[in-house]
């Protein structure tokens, strides 16, 4: 007799539960809720998360510094079903305590293998979970251990984050003869491309190739990269990503077939109602969070609007220009280095808490480090592989930022420093003009550099700054500097705008 799993998986929601952008009125097709209204559950159902739910919307910012606690997501999950879910590195990002109230919270059951308590067990073991049917699926769920290159280690207390590679091998070890179906649910993306089997990354970030490489998984549901993958055999093990935000979600089906499994899926769009019942339930907290996101932070001469990422990063703009201003007042550093979101909004004139939080979505404090002219140089020749010069003349986004990943925030903007790109060069020797208050900067040169700590963390092909001097941290989140620096500047803001060109 036949038997079938269906799972149902979304991944990256990133705290966008309701159907709104927060950007624009009206509905729109995302969210956990416009997801989850189509899931359609019986005993053969496991519904799946695959992390970083708790950071990214200002829904996620209202909750964390106006409630305190992420015990509401947990509700949500529940009103949706949720049986797993694993953890991303965002879900790390307000420390251990918020993410337990998240997790207590939950009725369903968090698997995440390499995350260890200070014994070394796994703070959240694999499961067997039997179906109605009798089939017994054994769930792994594992998180990138760059968890620990991005992450304040405070963050991080009473916890490790070890290799989920080896995590992954020896929970599915433990798991033979126990399972009939065995599901890895990894916050992390792949490493190769998938079509043509090119390696994309030679960093440990990504690993589900060398998972289906290395490990005999069935299915793996994968992460962390923002991009949709369908479903396909990779080395014998069944793989799928959905888009985030809750745009999408999978359908994912194993049926076993005379000894064999088939699988298949279908990647489902967000859309339809949400249930009146769910939007009811959470209505004080939703109605909390507008007011507060509405209110009036400060005043702008006129709108700071953006353009296309190419654009932007070859003419500058704007809002880069205010990000770097408030990090040199923050860190009264020499040189400041910031970056840009992928999709990043503009500011209107009248600036809102939301605008903000829009603008900068990342949970970012900063980092005040020493360095040399040689890694200023070095740093700025990775931002110059950004470009890529057509025989036109036009200049274009470079493949390694687009794929397999879109990575427009890898692109650096700098203030304090004069400098020029020249695209018709090698890579390696496009910087051109280099100067600190008009003097030409010299390998041996040093200064003091704000940097956000994920970049000062080296990631994003930012190696160069591995091992610099840490000067200071700035424990406050960029995004409450940013709201302070309103407070200061309430009707005109003094930027200090980058002072380049790309040839």
Known sequence: MD?????????????YIYPTDYRSPGERDLG????????????????????DLLQGSPLGAYCHDTIGSAAQFGEMMNCCGYDYVTLGNHDFNFGMPYLESYLDALDGCCVCENVRRPDGTSRFPARVRVLENGLRVGLVGIVTDYVNVWERPEHLAGIAVTDPMEAARQALEALRGKTDLTV???????????ASDRVLSATRENIAYRICQELDFDILLTGHQHMSVPGQMVQGTFVVQPLDKGQEFLRVTAVRRNGRWDFSSRTVPAGGSCPDRWLAEFAGMERGAQNWLNQVVGHLPAPMTTDTPVAMAARGNALADLFNTVQLAASGAQISVTSLPNDPAGLP?????????????YANTLTILRITGAVLRQAMERSAEYFTREPDGSLRVSDEFLKPKVEHYNYDYYAGVHYVFDCARPRGSRVVELSVDGRPVADTDTFTACLSSYRA???????????CP????????????LLDFFRVHPERLPLKPGTFRVL
């Open 3 to 15: 038997k079938q799993l269906t799972i149902y998986f979304t991944s990256d929601l990133h705290s």
């Open 32 to 51: 956990l809720f416009k997801c989850a209204n189509r899931f359609r559950k019986d005993g053969s159902t496991l519904v799946i998360d695959g992390g």
């Open 184 to 194: 890895c649910v990894y916050h992390g993306g792949f490493e190769r491309d998938l």
């Open 349 to 361: 004139q009248t600036v809102r808490r939301q605008d903000v939080l829009n603008a900068y979505p």
């Open 457 to 467: 963390s080296g990631t994003g092909g930012y190696e160069c700054y591995v091992g």
């Open 470 to 481: 840490v000067l200071g941290e700035i424990g406050t989140e960029m995004s409450d500097l």
